[in-house]
């Protein structure tokens, strides 16, 4: 098997770059991508000058993968992600700076409004008239706090 190795580094190479490839896969997040396609460049190269100097392809492995995690930590640090949404998975908090009309006149403060396919219940500090528009300012329980627009 080594001599195989030894006769066809390139073989090598790809199937190890594959491996780890397949490895980033499974969720190790990122820690095996560049190390893989380190690789995979290895065996491009070693097709295309083939040497059979095995220490001469583990250095020109180490290099690239140092290369490459390098070049995309400094791209992501050139290319900031966008912070994830506070109010994601929490929907009542995403109802918030959405506009409505009121469905009935207000009584002491509260009446109705209809969202999508639902109603809900409104609570403002001012009395106001049937299809009056309104903001979403708060969501208190299940009770949407608004002001007229």
Avoid at 11 to 37: D, H, K, R, S
Avoid at 108 to 130: F, M, P, T, V
Wanted: charged share 15%.
């Amino acid at each position: 098997m080594i001599e195989q190795i030894a006769i066809q580094p390139g073989w090598f190479w790809l199937c190890f770059g594959g491996l780890l490839l397949i490895a980033e896969l499974l969720g190790t997040g990122g820690y095996l991508l560049w190390t893989g396609i380190a690789a995979v460049i290895v065996a491009l190269i070693t097709w295309v000058f083939p040497t059979a100097f095995w220490e001469l392809q583990a250095i020109l492995f180490a290099v690239l993968t140092l290369l490459s995690a390098v070049a995309w930590r400094s791209w992501l640090r050139r290319h900031p992600g966008k912070n994830s949404d506070e109010r994601l998975n929490q929907k009542n908090q995403q109802l918030i700076g959405l506009h409505a009309r009121l469905t009935a006149d207000t009584e002491n403060g509260y009446s109705r409004i209809k969202l999508a396919d639902g109603s809900w219940r409104i609570h403002c500090d001012h009395e106001l008239a049937a299809n009056t528009e309104v903001e979403i300012i708060a969501v208190n329980g299940i009770t949407l706090e608004v002001r007229p627009v």
